[in-house]
């Protein structure tokens, strides 16, 4: 099970049974369309991933997926369930939609 929390500046993706979210942090640009996007699960084992496809606010390349921290501040981590502490702690009380292994259209959350 997959859930997703879309934002217009933001996005996470959880999976079941994770205490962190797989993928999370604020977008470079803003989305629209928040209620209508697609996404898929593909391929097995090690090598299985899911795309998520999301309407930009404007129709141009950004110039990353996601923000970039102003000067002085960290890096924030993107992906967190590959640190070390999340992979000691396991589990997931996180909140979304859940969507059931396969493909399926998405209704976002207007929480940005």
Not at 59 to 69: A, H, V, Y
Not at 80 to 89: G, H
Not at 96 to 103: C, I, P, T, V, W
């Amino acid at each position: 099970d997959i859930q997703f929390n879309i934002g217009r500046t933001w996005v996470e993706i959880w999976v079941k049974d994770e205490k962190v979210p797989r993928l999370q942090g604020k977008l470079f640009g803003r989305l629209k369309c928040l209620d209508e996007w697609l996404w898929e699960l593909d391929g097995d084992g090690d090598d299985r991933h899911v795309a998520v496809f999301l309407d930009k606010s404007k129709e141009c390349m950004w110039e990353d997926l996601w923000e970039k921290p102003a000067a002085g501040q960290p890096a924030v981590v993107h992906e967190p369930q590959a640190t070390p502490l999340a992979k000691e702690v396991g589990g997931h009380d996180g909140h979304g939609h859940d969507h059931e292994q396969g493909h399926g259209r998405g209704h976002g959350h207007g929480h940005g």
